[in-house]
Every structure is written in C-alpha cells, then in structure tokens.
C-alpha cells in the first residue's frame, strides 16, 4: 500500500478549498502557510514542485508562502547537489517554527505536580509552589522596579501587575473602588486553571505573591476554580503605609 498521508492529500486539499470559499486572500494564505509547515515537520525538507503537490496548491502559490515563511525566519532554504546539472533546492522548518505546532505544557504541569504528589504528598506540592511564588516574587518585583518609581503609590503598582499578569494570559485588569481606596485586581481567565482545580496550593500561592509584591493587604473574593466567573482581587494599603 502506499503512503496514506499521500493518498489522501489531494482530497483533504479539495475540501479545505470548498470550506474555506468565499474566505477572504488573507485567509487562504494562512491556511495555506500552516500546510506548508505541517507538512514540512512531518516529510522533511522538500522542493516547491512536490510540497505543492502534497498539499494540493499551486507551485507558484507554494513558492509564494515559502517566500514569507523564509524571511519571518520559520522556513530555511538548503542547497542540494546531485551529480551534474542545476542544484536543488529544498526547504525546512527552522527551530523557531516549533511554538506554532501544538504543546501540552499544562498536561506536563499537572502530570509532573502529580509524580510530586505521589512522592511527597501535597505537602510537598505546596513548598513547590512557595519556591515558584518566590521566583515570581523577584521577576515581578524587578519589573516593578524597573517601571515605577520606589516610591509608586499603591494605585500605580496595582495597574502595572495588571499589565504582567494580562501579558501572562489571565486577562486581568485594575479598577478603582468609588471610595478611592479600595483597589480591584480581575483576572478573567486561569492560565493555570487544570493545576488550580487539582492543587489549590498554586492559588494560594498567587494570592500571597500579590500581597508580597504590592506590600499591601489583599483579599481573594472570587476564584475561578471554584466556579466564579473571574479571580477577583481587593486590595487596600497596609494599615502602616496609610
């Protein structure tokens, strides 16, 4: 039998050309990068001729999407000699293209804070996570640092940890409460969510990181894992600091 992969191409091509008709150029661009990509990662370095014929695109489309690929740096050209006559030239996915294919990162999490688990009990899953609380005390403190000044007023220091934490996929903000006092951190989305419903070690520890990194009371009200719609956050300064 031949190679099913090969087999198939021409029609799952087909297919995804009628499903995407009426999609906009840029559109079919894109579909078409991603198969060039994949089908690089799974073949191996090819020609324009042949990667057009597996994926089921034009030679001069391919080369097209190959161009882009080569100078976003995703796509590398290599010379190949046979004997006598032109060279050839083939193409391949570059170390960089990896973050675009599919990862489970949170799988690893959670399998790995398991095996941590079996061997030490979530006693040993909790001192995981205050030495993760205390790396991301020093990265959030030193970026805290760096973009305000020592003597920030709690408002700023609350909206600038907003920013870190919505560039880290919580999709978090910062309101002030009417009485001009009272902060709120929200956090919409758990980009830990599957490690918070197994381990409420790793919320716990979120929630003393923001209290050690603002220098300021912080009170957890809803919580994401328990079923809320959002993390939310009241923070006020420390009765010292008033």
């Known amino acids: ?27 079919h661009a894109a579909d078409l990068r991603q198969a060039i990509l994949h089908d690089l990662r799974r073949k191996g370095p090819t020609g324009p001729g042949e990667l057009s014929r597996r994926v089921g695109a034009s030679r001069t489309g391919v080369l097209q999407q190959l ?45 790995m ?10 006693a040993l899953v909790t001192e995981v ?14 970026r805290l640092a760096v973009r305000l ?5 709690l408002v700023d220091r609350v909206r600038e940890l907003a ?4 560039e880290q996929g919580y999709l978090c903000h910062a309101t002030i409460e009417p009485d001009g006092a009272t902060f709120r951190l929200s956090e ?3 980009a830990i969510y599957q490690v918070a419903l197994a381990h409420p070690s790793a919320c716990r520890a979120e929630e003393e990181l923001f209290r050690e990194v603002l220098h300021a009371d912080v009170v957890r009200e809803s919580h994401i894992a328990a079923g809320d719609r959002c993390c939310s956050y009241r923070i006020r300064a420390l009765a010292a600091d008033g």
């Open 67 to 111: 161009r882009a690929l080569e100078v976003a740096g995703l796509v590398a050209r290599q010379t190949v000699r046979h004997g006598v006559g032109r060279p050839r030239h083939v193409f391949d996915v570059t170390a960089a293209a990896q973050g675009l294919f599919p990862s489970n990162y949170d799988g690893l999490a959670t399998d």
């Open 129 to 142: 996570f205050k030495a993760r609380r205390r790396v991301l005390r020093d990265r959030v403190g030193g």
């Open 149 to 153: 000044p020592a003597d920030a007023p």
């Open 1 to 27: 039998m031949g190679d099913p992969d090969l087999r198939t191409a021409p029609e799952a091509a087909l297919r995804a050309r009628q499903a995407t008709a009426g999609r906009p150029a840029g559109a």
């Open 113 to 122: 804070l398991a095996a941590v688990a079996a061997v030490g009990g979530e």
């Open 188 to 190: 919409h989305n758990c």
């Open 163 to 166: 920013v870190i934490q919505d």
